[in-house]
């Protein structure tokens, strides 16, 4: 019996990894054909005023391969991104994938310490918010929520310079120091940008947190642990807090595609050299190569995510297993 | 049960907060601004400056630097062979001499002895030749140089095709960025991000897209200079991003743009020192092949109906002068020209005359990119040029690359567009304003505007071309081939104790004009106060 189940959880993974070969493979055709379908021709972008002559025009088509048919074009780009290949940046002439992996590690930084300031945000606000014993608090992290989501990430970025960079001092306006250069410089650097990016992620955890959380403190064991003398605390973060949290496991892995799009504004605003900032500066200068490869990476990235998080969630709550044997 | 008082889990968790917080301000140092200065040059001190945008790689024969900070990074690690003069001329700079002969048709560079690249390679004729012929072997520049002669070791003879008199003025840009011939063949294309130059500075590490550091070129041919111990340019794309950095004192100059500027009080501000540079003219191109703008009275009318004071009042906040001509009033070529002015009723009498004169209404499509100024002038121009009776459609705005080719292309018949800013017009004049320029989107055949361009290029003084490119911007206000809006500006915001922006020196004493041709700034004579 634990056998069949453990075939049928395995064809479900199987079934899922299928779907994201599917759904890889659509993005990224739809994808190029939209920025086929752009109107005009890169080369005006690309090349100076005083260069844009006929035959120049032409060598920087044949360059990009826009001389050729849509199909063959990206046939020949699939086949290349497969061997690693992502093409070269015209803007610059480095490999695309080197500029991704070099970039890789300012992204990864920043979306990570929004996600950790997001949680730790969202915990506290939830369990103030649960308590009813303090109106006035739980009417303050209601009021932070509210605020938070209404609150565009980039307007709560240039917020945040202005006081704290610009009339304070306290930290830098702009600019990335890597941590193998200074730590407390990297925090100094890495601060604002994930406040700007944590703080409206916090407002969206604490809002699921709160629901659960009050939803577990209903359930019977819950309120056989009240019964029982248990302190208060120990109920919320003991009993309640765990099985609660499950549906931010989820929330967390959806919120990372969110959080790599808003990445995009923050790079720019607080001039991170990640990702965001490296797709921004290849749409304005028409670098088809480098959005492409940026678009590949992220679908990629954005649908593995998903499907650990999916993996971790069934291996948190075994009743995920056991629904899939029982199918 | 009763729940225990405790303090709440949210004020708990801040105090880690406040106290990491702490640590991490007395950690943090900011450039505080010093309003003492001082005259004398001090060596010493790490100077901090944003820019727009990087440079594509460093590369003479391939480089293509998006906007003059990239430029500026570039000119730090090498020197040019001559520089621009306030007066029109071109003096030498990495050379001792460049000479044209009687008709400019051969000219002599002379280097002086004793000079070397950052890697110790000599600066010697040989050099100068294996850089100049590369650039020419790539077609992008020095077309018309028939052949490269070393006649001594600090000797190159450059032969022409025809005479060419804005030759020196070729080598103060990047065709003349003079690149050591080691470095050149050793590292092949790893030299974009490798450069080996003959500037007061040399690359010391590249963080792409976040900041470029340099350090003094030991070989610098200028003795004494530079007087900062290290450069760092920090890549900022977003103008507001580059204005907080320097306010917030991470920064000690940066770009910024003037308005944003004003509006913050920059330019007021006795912690700041602001410096204007030309960045080119606003312009209306009109299709001069297609109706309306094919009749010389639609263009009047159009140009008298547009009210430009206000119109820079209005969009740039009176920041920039009124244009007349694709040159700046500051451009040592130009000459007061009279262009059509603001007058209502006369522009509402020549709307009428054209209406009469081609049994048709008057009635134009206005284009513009998408740029949010773009987009503003259009419709104050609407608005103006309907108060004479013109009815006007603005197309829908397009991006950048793509307007580019509408207006390139001529698919339009009035455009918003810009005119770079020059210091010698020979290039854009030739592509531009010469009927068979490859540029001459405005679409006109005039032979006396032909002509005197190709004279301005064989006139040897410039006094002689001056008068040939006062033919040429006469001829274009007469018949109204555009219209010209504005001298724009970019700006320069410094600290105060930001010294010596302003004063690149020439070895014969005199000083170089700041921020004209392709608007770089130079670091190599600043100190920090």
Known sequence: MARRRERKFGTLIWRRLVRMLITIVLVVTLTYLLLDLIPGNPAYSMLPQDQLTPANIAQVDHQLGLDKPFFARMGLWALHALQGNLGVSYQNSQPVASLIVSRLPVTLELMILAQLIGLVLALAIALVSVNQRRKVTSGFSTLFTVISLSLPNFILALVLVLIFAVKLHWFPATGFTPLSQSLSGNVSSMILPSLALGVGTAAVYAQVLSAELSKTLQQDFVQFAIAKGLPRRTVLLRHALRPSALPLVTLAGLNVGILLGGSFIIETIFALPGIGALAVNAIYSKDYLVVQGVVLFVTVSYVLINFAVDLLYSVVDPRVRRNAGAS | ?529
Not at chain 2, 93 to 117: C, H, K
Not at chain 2, 275 to 297: K, R, S
Not at chain 2, 396 to 421: L, N
Not at chain 2, 451 to 456: D, E, G, S
Request: charged share 15%; proline share 7%; glycine share 6%.
């Open chain 2, 1 to 529: 049960m009763r729940a225990s008082a405790r303090p709440a889990r949210a004020r708990l968790l801040l105090v880690p907060v406040l106290a990491g917080a702490l640590a991490v301000m007395a950690a943090c140092s900011s450039q505080a601004g010093s309003s003492a200065s001082s005259t004398k040059p001090v060596r010493g001190g790490q100077l901090v400056v944003a820019i727009d945008a990087q440079p594509t790689g460093f590369d003479p024969a391939t480089a293509d630097d998006p906007s003059p900070g990239a430029a500026s990074v570039s000119n730090e690690i090498f020197s040019t062979l001559t520089v621009p003069t306030a007066s029109g001329t071109y003096a030498p700079y990495l050379a001792e001499s460049v000479q044209g002969n009687s008709d400019d048709s051969v000219w002599t560079i002379t280097l002086r002895p004793g000079m070397e690249f950052a890697d110790g390679t000599p600066i010697n004729a040989a050099a100068i030749e294996y850089n100049l012929a590369r650039i020419k072997a790539t077609g992008a520049d020095y077309t018309q140089v028939k052949t490269f002669q070393v006649t001594s070791p600090l000797t190159l003879v450059v032969t022409l095709n025809a005479p060419w008199s804005a030759f020196p003025a070729s080598l103060s840009g990047q065709p003349g960025w003079i690149a050591s011939p080691t470095a050149l063949k050793s590292e092949g294309k790893t030299f974009a991000i490798k450069p080996v130059g003959s500037g007061p500075y040399e690359l010391s590490s590249w963080s792409q897209g976040n900041q470029i550091v340099l350090v003094p070129n030991p070989h610098f041919w200028r003795k004494g200079l530079p007087y900062l111990s290290k450069v760092t340019y920090k890549i900022i794309t977003d103008s507001s991003a580059r204005l907080s950095a320097l306010e917030a004192g991470n920064v000690d100059v940066a770009e910024v743009d003037p308005a944003q500027a004003a509006a913050e009080g920059i330019n007021t501000s006795s912690q700041y020192k602001t410096y204007d540079m030309a960045n080119g003219t606003d312009l209306v191109y009109f299709n001069t092949g297609v109706a309306p703008l094919n009749n010389i009275l639609a263009r009047r009318a159009v140009a008298e109906a547009t009210n430009r004071p206000a119109l820079i009042k209005s969009i740039w906040r009176g920041v920039g002068a009124l244009a007349n001509s694709p040159m700046s009033s500051a451009n040592p070529f130009y000459t007061p020209v009279n262009f059509p002015g603001y007058n209502l009723q006369q522009a509402k009498q020549l709307v009428q005359q054209y209406q009469q004169a081609t049994g048709k209404p008057f009635a134009l499509t206005l284009s513009s990119s998408n740029d949010p100024t773009q987009e503003l002038e259009a419709q104050a121009l609407q608005s103006m040029w309907q108060a004479a009776g013109i009815k006007v459609t603005l197309a829908a705005p397009q991006e950048a690359g793509t307007y580019s080719e509408t207006v390139i292309g001529k698919k339009y018949e009035a455009a918003i567009f810009g005119f770079p800013s020059i210091l010698d017009p020979d290039q854009w004049y030739t592509l531009i304003w010469t009927p068979q320029g490859v540029l001459n989107v405005a679409n006109y055949k005039n032979a006396i505007i032909g002509n005197a361009i190709v004279k301005a290029a064989q006139e040897t003084t410039v006094q002689g071309r001056r008068a040939q490119y006062a033919i040429v911007n006469n001829e274009i206000a007469q018949q109204v081939y555009s219209l010209f809006i504005h001298s724009s500006v970019n700006e320069i915001a410094a600290r105060s104790n930001v010294q010596g922006l302003n004063s690149l020196t020439l070895p014969d004493g005199t000083k170089a004009p700041f921020g004209q041709e392709f608007q770089v700034f130079p670091v190599e004579t600043m100190w920090l106060g």
